[in-house]
């Protein structure tokens, strides 16, 4: 097979953030994802129904005259969250979830959850009005090591949330571990998990090649091959609670080449692409539309899109880097070769 055409697909999980950044990096996205559900973590933080609707509006407002796409929204809960703000969310028809950023466990989380303790009453609201949670499964403390920190969240909170608010939708962000597969296979319904292009393509050899990468540097950080393949085989597989969500995480590049380099791996420029060379090299080229376009939709409760796009079997060199403002970013694969190509047009 050397063209594949599927359903258009949806990015359950991107970063965009704003100003020239935002329109910078946009049309990437919009050429290939139908939706997205954009992550709040903006400085200062998306904790308000109010505070979205302007981000909304300035997202669409940066699309490129012609492109359809469509934003979907989610709030940044926080230790104070109020219940009425997520019965708000919900009223507002455009936000589908919060997000759950364990405090200083990645980029702008610091306003995040200091301790689930705090937020019982927003996710039993949640739960009630339909709002999704999605979680950034990492522990923070500083006596847990880097690569156990997504291991740990799931006993010491995910399995306790999914168990006490019996009714509300979960989804386990970005998972890159066997024991986060096997946890979302063996949970209740409702409980889901997205997928990035590089936990599907990398181990985490990828950060020290030679010497140190900041480019495949990111939250949660790259895990063992045995990890990969795990992850490869969920992705691939006919179990439902898989599905994509890139991830793609831009920053400026002198904050990624720095003493204390950001975490973030942007891949909006090829995160349909990149997928289809993982499910081809595991001869599952047929189950891209499923993870790809179908899963999240059906999870998410939306209608699946009607409109297609066409993927080929030919290698692209990946720009060295592309235009963020007034910054450059350097992308996922940069200055490499991409085995499938978008058509467009
Ligand atoms: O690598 C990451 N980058 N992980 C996250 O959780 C946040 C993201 C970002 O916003 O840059
Ligand atoms: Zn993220």
Not at 63 to 83: H, I, S, V
Not at 315 to 341: H, M, N, Q
Request: proline fraction near 6%; charge should be neutral.
């Amino acid at each position: 097979m050397s063209t594949l055409r599927i359903r258009r697909p949806d990015d359950w999980h991107l970063h965009l953030r704003d100003g020239a950044h935002l329109a910078a990096v946009l049309p990437h996205t919009a050429a290939r994802f139908a939706r997205a559900l954009v992550m709040p973590n903006l400085k200062p933080p998306m904790t308000t129904t109010a505070a979205l609707a302007g981000y909304r509006a300035r997202i669409l407002q940066a699309l490129p005259e012609g492109m359809r796409f469509e934003p979907m929204m989610t709030l940044y809960l926080t230790d104070r969250t109020p219940p009425d703000e997520i019965r708000k969310a919900r009223a507002s028809g455009f936000v589908v979830g919060a997000k759950l950023y364990p405090a200083g466990a990645t980029t702008h989380s610091d306003a995040g959850v200091t301790s689930i303790d705090n937020v019982w009453g927003a996710l039993e609201a949640m739960a009630e009005s339909g709002l999704v949670l999605q979680v950034h499964g990492e522990v923070t403390h500083p006596d847990v090591d880097v690569f156990d920190r997504e291991r740990e969240f799931i006993d010491r909170v995910l399995s306790r949330i999914v168990e006490r608010v019996p009714a509300l939708k979960v989804v386990f962000e970005h998972v890159t571990t066997a024991a986060a597969v096997d946890f979302v296979r063996g949970a209740r319904p409702g409980v889901a998990a997205t997928m990035t292009p590089q936990h599907l393509l990398m181990n985490r050899n990828a950060m020290f090649e030679g010497g140190i990468r900041p480019h495949h540097y990111c939250l949660p950080v790259l895990k063992r091959e045995r990890d990969r393949e795990v992850l490869v085989a969920a992705a691939t597989g006919d179990d439902p609670r898989f599905f994509l969500g890139t991830d793609s995480a831009p920053h400026a590049r002198h904050t990624k080449e720095n003493a204390c380099g950001c975490a973030g791996i942007f891949s909006a420029h090829a995160g349909i692409e990149l997928y289809a060379e993982v499910f081809d090299a595991a001869g599952r080229l047929d189950r891209l539309e499923a993870f790809a376009s179908e899963r999240g939709a059906d999870f998410y409760g939306v209608p699946r899109n009607q409109e297609s796009i066409t993927l080929v079997r030919e290698e692209w060199t990946v720009p060295s880097g592309y235009p963020f403002g007034a910054d450059e970013l350097v992308p996922l694969r940069a200055g490499g070769k991409i085995a499938w190509k978008l058509v467009t047009g």
